[in-house]
């Protein structure tokens, strides 16, 4: 089987088995604990395929072995805690391969789940690059701190450089070298331990690599106190950025008031420009838009949904209470070139300094392009008893918004809730249209009839497993993103992360 093809998936997400990130504190904070990677992968063809995982301890090029079978269609999680071979303490990456087109999501576990508040969601990739943008580090900012992982995705070894730059700045900051990472391992960058870095850091980082050599990379922020304490949320590393970029989610008072959208985006376009944010809403169409002039190359732009105007109004003005403004967005710059943005999602009050403890932390990535077929290897509906009782173990919940990106309306969407065995579970979620050019809409598995979905008493077969496949028209183009939120006891409030739906065939 060759590497970095589409049945390869490298996994440069911080694949932990019972390793502590920080320095271990009196307090349990995001930074101090202790991480237990589970793999979620899907098997995104209709025939059955055994995949077969390589781990890597970090910067090691040494394959820690094991495989699995999937039936076509099949979600399937992996535990990595579970792995007699892989040891505790691990800190490393993986490479998986099948003859069948695979896809993963990693799920970050607190380990006994100490009281953290959610559990970090980033994908897999298929490709790396010989640049690759961090779109955020932070040390000691906002109550936060990063730790990312680039892996070498190629067939030998590899050196490069990680660049750091502060907000606003054209110069680095500082340089890390990457000297000879073998073939599918990763090297470890810890904001907290680069004294060059200052007390604090606020700004992004670029990986290059040398000529031949390509990687992919991933960060996590980790919370370190204040109102950040009992979170972390995850992204993955981008190789490629352009405009327009779309957003599937747009929140402003949304959802019992306790949802707010921020976007955080970099100019990247070799000069200065001016970017701006376009809001839909999905319930009546009405547009909202918000620009940020003179954004420097390089310089990121921050943006609150809330803030937008129509000309009249803000969207807070306009839909100050429950259920808010929900809808969808695009961004574009006066010039042509790349963009990258990420999206945030929090209950509203947040400020870039921080969330408020008990509220929504996600993060998710803005997208050019679409497809007419989308998969989610990672969904769940728990029953009303778990989900509202809390439970840390079978308590989530899946929540999906699909934006049309293309440059027609689509007549319809159909999703379709696909259990570990590959079968689908419940009735097709139909979604009529039309769907308006850069609309979106919502599903979960509630909408296909089911009272619960991807837990052990739910499977046939038993076990955890679920995903999800949206389907639109041929030649349609479609985004999505995968909320994945369960309710915290001690203050009623939803948690969760998002991610990103992942095209397929």
């Keep these: ?62 394959a820690i072995p094991h495989q699995e079978d999937l039936s076509g269609s099949a979600s399937k999680s992996l535990f990595v805690g579970s792995l007699t071979n892989v040891t505790e303490g691990f800190q490393g990456s993986a490479v998986m391969s099948a003859d069948q087109q695979v896809i993963a999501t990693m799920v970050q576990i607190g380990e006994g789940d100490q009281g953290l508040l959610n559990r970090p969601l980033s994908n897999g990739f298929t490709a790396g ?8 580090v932070l040390k000691n900012t906002f109550n936060q701190t990063t730790v990312f992982s680039v892996q070498n995705v190629g067939d030998s070894p590899a050196s490069g450089t990680v660049s750091f730059f ?61 109102d950040n304490t009992l979170y972390t949320t995850s992204f993955e590393g981008i190789v490629q950025g352009g405009q327009p970029l779309f957003m599937p989610s747009a929140l402003c008072n949304g959802f019992g008031q306790e949802q707010t959208t921020f976007y955080a985006v970099q100019n990247n376009t070799g000069s200065a420009a001016d970017i701006t944010v376009t809001y839909t809403n999905a319930a009546d169409g009405a547009e909202f838009s918000e620009t940020i002039t003179g954004v420097a190359n390089g310089g990121k732009a921050s943006f609150n949904t809330c803030n937008a105007s129509d000309g009249s109004q803000t969207i807070d003005e306009a839909y100050p209470t429950s259920p808010g403004f929900s809808g969808s967005a695009q ?8 963009l990258v943005a990420i999206g945030k999602v929090a209950q ?10 008990g509220g929504l932390s996600t993060t998710f990535l803005g997208e050019t392009t679409g497809a007419s077929v989308l998969y989610g290897p990672y969904a769940r509906w728990a ?21 049309n990106v293309g440059s027609a309306p689509v007549d319809s969407i159909t999703v379709e809730y696909l259990d570990p065995d590959g079968n689908v579970q419940g009735d097709a979620h139909v979604i009529a249209g039309p769907i308006a050019v850069g609309a979106k809409v919502n599903s979960n598995p509630s909408e296909s009839g089911l009272a619960e979905f991807g837990y ?8 955890f497993g679920g995903g999800v496949r949206i389907t639109g028209p041929d030649g349609s183009q479609l985004i999505a993103t995968i909320r994945i939120a369960s ?11 998002d991610y990103n739906g992942v095209a397929g065939q």
């Design 331 to 338: 961004i574009e710059a006066s010039v042509d070139g790349e």
């Design 456 to 463: 052990p008493n739910s499977n046939p077969s038993g076990g």
């Design 129 to 136: 690059a010989s640049n690759v943008l961090i779109a955020t």
């Design 383 to 403: 029953t009303d008893a778990n989900y509202d009782g809390g439970s840390r173990t079978e308590g989530q919940r899946a929540f999906i918004a699909i934006q």
């Design 487 to 497: 309710r915290d006891l001690a203050t009623g409030k939803l948690v969760g992360e």
């Design 166 to 226: 502060a907000v606003g700045e054209s110069a680095a900051a500082h340089t890390e070298p990457i000297t000879n990472l073998p073939a599918g391992a990763a090297q470890y960058f810890d904001a907290s331990e680069i004294s060059e870095l200052g007390d604090s850091f606020n700004g992004s980082a670029t990986v290059a690599m040398d000529s031949g050599a390509v990687v992919v990379a991933a960060a996590l922020e980790l919370g370190t106190g204040g």
């Design 348 to 357: 509203p009050g947040y400020v870039p300094i921080g969330i408020r403890i």
């Design 1 to 62: 089987m060759k590497r970095i093809i589409a049945t390869v998936v490298a996994l440069a997400v911080l694949v932990l088995a019972g390793l502590p990130l920080g320095t271990v504190s009196a307090q349990v904070t995001g930074f101090s604990s202790t991480y237990i990677t589970s793999i979620t992968f899907q098997n995104i063809s209709t025939v059955a395929t055994t995949v077969n995982f390589e781990f890597y301890d970090q910067e090691s090029g040494t």
